[in-house]
């Protein structure tokens, strides 16, 4: 069903494949996750060639604000994937963000690399 948040997914995947380089055949879309033994489920999840995940997306509808709760959905997500990418949009306002795990630290970014970046 074409919800307003599937809208945005739609247009970041064609986005992240024609602008950005990302194979299809590399996006999951809603992809199951255990969170403190909840069901739960991510937007999108790209893995480079190797399998491994590289970026985690969390998606909005257009008429529900980014905040703080999204970046901690986001987060929360990631304690159990451990991806060093991460974006977050409302198809109005994007947020990029590279995590350093060994550093235990993150970084803004202006822009998402390309996939051959990610290589």
């Known amino acids: 069903m074409l919800t307003p948040e599937e809208w945005v997914r739609q247009h970041w995947?064609?986005?992240l494949h024609k602008e950005k380089g990302?194979?299809?055949s590399l996006m999951k879309i809603e992809g199951g996750l255990l969170l403190n033994s909840l069901q739960?489920?991510?937007?999108?999840v790209i893995y480079n060639t190797s399998g491994e995940r590289i970026l985690l997306a969390e998606f909005k509808a257009p008429t529900?604000?980014?905040t703080?709760?999204?970046f901690r959905q986001i987060a929360n997500?990631?304690?159990?994937?451990?991806?060093?990418l991460l974006l977050v949009s409302n198809g109005l306002e994007h947020h990029y963000c590279s995590i350093d795990f060994d550093h235990g630290n993150f970084t803004f970014l202006a822009d998402l690399p390309t996939f051959a970046?990610?290589?």
């Not at 739960?40 to 999108?44: C, E, P």
């Not at 997500?77 to 060093?84: D, F, S």
């Open 13 to 15: 995947v064609h986005h």
């Open 22 to 24: 990302y194979p299809l």
């Open 40 to 44: 739960k489920r991510s937007d999108l």
């Open 64 to 66: 529900v604000k980014i």
């Open 68 to 70: 703080e709760n999204t």
């Open 77 to 84: 997500y990631n304690t159990i994937y451990k991806i060093p």
């Open 117 to 119: 970046h990610e290589q």
